[in-house]
């Protein structure tokens, strides 16, 4: 689980790759001055699914969304780092 900081980070990097910096700006301004509630906002969004619908899509996504993981360790030695020629 993310901390408020890094969810914070990572929600402002997503809407300025998707909106550009100056929606992404709009964007906050309007959720900060309009009241918002996200469960009533949340329920009227798919009023005609199940929480598992939902649940097995968004994990459907995810899995055909997810970026590459990087070298295992034992690929890189054990270290995290590839190994070069030569002694240690």
């Known amino acids: 689980m993310m901390t408020d ?3 914070k980070l990572k929600g ?3 809407l300025t790759e998707a909106l550009g910096a100056v929606e992404t700006e709009k964007f906050v301004a309007l959720m900060m001055r309009e ?3 996200y469960t ?3 329920r009227k969004l798919w009023p005609d699914r199940t929480v598992e619908e939902i ?3 968004a994990m ?3 899995t055909l969304h997810r970026k590459p993981s990087k070298k295992s360790r034992s690929q890189t030695g054990g270290s995290g780092r590839a ?3 030569g002694k240690r």
Do not use: M
């Open 5 to 7: 900081t890094e969810l």
């Open 35 to 37: 009241p918002f509630d």
């Open 55 to 57: 649940s097995a899509e």
């Open 83 to 85: 190994r070069r020629g």
């Open 12 to 14: 402002l990097k997503v």
């Open 40 to 42: 009533q906002w949340q």
């Open 60 to 62: 459907k996504f995810r």
